[in-house]
């Protein structure tokens, strides 16, 4: 089948069902006779039957092997019940149509043997659209897969499938697809963490898989801390940090990300906390540390007084409160898998001539960088960290192996996600070394 035929699915199945006397004893009925009832998921055992002169009576479903003309296919409690005439064996027609099967019954009955193993699972939901990535043995069969998708997702409206790589063609990681089923709209709306994004999907980057990973690594952040957000897309770290009261400078070179971020931030009330801007990734790095350091930024976060106590007193109105805008960052966020490493040499001399800011003159310590990359798959991941750690530090130009973050010249590795049979997603979090950090670059 290529394509959908939507009749093919409806099936007629000739059962029994036990015809209940009294309704009342319906839910007393279905405990007694649970092992000659109906076990069919998505369905419900109980049913509507017509009676004498037109009334609707209940009814329960029975196992296929349960014959309501056959005596010796019943249980002991089912002959109880009928002999005493609580409830009447009758013939019915259970029909099932397609609006029953769902997506994984429909696909194993319509592909063929060979591809039944691996159909398309993996796709993921943005807003209202479905974005597969299929193989190419399943690609004469797209229209077909995209048909069953929109019918069977709640709220879907549109199925694309990519046909590159994300970022193959553009800097801003987004993709090239076809539109298989549906509306060609692809401004969507996502919920994440308590924060509503908009962004045209089909400009900005974004991963509904990665929810996870943002709620990890911002629940690491205390309120009150500095974050550099250096690919900040359309704000999945930054928002929800800004509403946590940290203090973030984000950045994304995207003009559509750069849009959506500052909607989001002033949608979600977070613009007090958080700063959006479009530049370059290397030279942002520098230019915000740089900002903290010279800038000074005060919010005040004083409830406002209700309405019905303004005439009061001003001793017995909420104790004003301004939050003021530290002048480090307490951590570094990369998010560009598959080049953030390459960045990692303009944290080199970064803090040079501020060594007065961070322990042991201060309580402050050097910052945490978080920078995520690709890397092969292996069993325990420990290969993975070794030659994550080789290539940070042949960019820092300093020895750096897997180990604890509060360790200088260790590396914490943190296994994201799988992104292909092969490859995998990591977050990579070490402590700014002071000797890098305060080196004459």
């Known amino acids: 089948m290529r394509v959908l035929d939507r009749s093919y699915f409806h099936k007629k199945i000739p059962l029994s069902a036990a015809k209940v006397r009294d309704r009342k004893n319906i839910s007393k009925l279905r405990r007694e006779l649970q092992k000659d009832t109906l076990e069919l998921e998505r ?152 924060c509503t994004f908009r962004f045209d999907y089909s400009k900005v980057y974004w991963n509904s898989r990665l929810n996870t990973e943002h709620k990890r690594l911002v629940d690491s952040f205390k309120p009150g801390e500095a974050v550099c957000d250096v690919m900040a897309g359309v704000g999945p770290f930054a928002v929800p940090a800004g509403k946590k009261r940290c203090w973030v400078l984000a950045n994304d070179l995207n003009p559509d990300s750069f ?26 790095i520098h230019d915000a540390t740089q900002r903290l350091l010279s800038q000074r930024v005060e919010v005040d976060v004083t409830p406002p007084t209700p309405r019905n106590r303004r005439n009061e007193p001003q001793a017995k109105r909420a104790k004003r409160e301004v939050l003021t805008r530290p002048r480090t960052f307490a951590h ?62 042949k960019n820092l130009g300093q020895d750096m192996r897997p180990g604890d973050i509060e360790n200088e010249g260790e590396v914490s590795i943190w296994d994201v996600r799988d992104v292909a049979p092969q490859k995998r997603m990591f977050c990579a979090s070490f402590r700014l070394p002071a000797k890098l950090a305060f080196r004459e670059p």
């Not at 080199?348 to 309580?363: A, Q, R, S, W």
């Open 43 to 194: 369905k419900q055992v109980v049913q509507d039957i017509p009676g004498v002169q037109k009334e609707v009576g209940k009814a329960l479903l029975l196992k296929p092997e349960v014959r309501h003309d056959n005596n010796s296919t019943w249980g002991p409690r089912l002959s109880e019940l009928v002999n005493a005439e609580e409830i009447t064996l009758v013939p019915y027609n259970l029909e099932l149509d397609y609006d029953y099967w769902d997506y994984r019954d429909i696909m194993s009955s319509i592909l063929p043997d060979e591809l039944q193993e691996e159909y398309p699972t993996g796709f993921s939901i943005v807003g209202h659209v479905v974005h597969l990535n299929l193989r190419a043995d399943y690609l004469p069969y797209k229209h077909l897969i995209a048909t069953v998708l929109l019918d069977k997702i709640s709220n879907a409206r549109t199925v694309i499938n990519k046909i590159d790589d994300v970022g193959s063609k553009n800097v801003y990681r987004t993709f090239s697809y076809e539109l298989l089923a549906g509306d060609s709209d692809l401004n969507v709306e996502i919920n994440e963490e308590g």
């Open 259 to 284: 849009i959506s971020l500052k909607e989001a931030l002033k949608r979600n009330k977070a613009d007090n906390f958080v700063v959006p801007f479009q530049e370059d990734g290397h030279n942002f």
């Open 332 to 393: 570094y966020v990369l998010n560009l898998p598959a080049s953030a490493i390459t960045f990692l040499p303009s944290f080199i001399g970064l803090y040079v001539g501020h060594e007065n800011l961070f322990t042991p003159y201060t309580e402050t310590k050097l910052p945490l960088i978080h920078v995520y990359c690709f890397n092969l798959k292996d069993d325990d991941n420990e290969e993975a960290g070794r030659r994550i750690c080789e290539e940070i530090s």
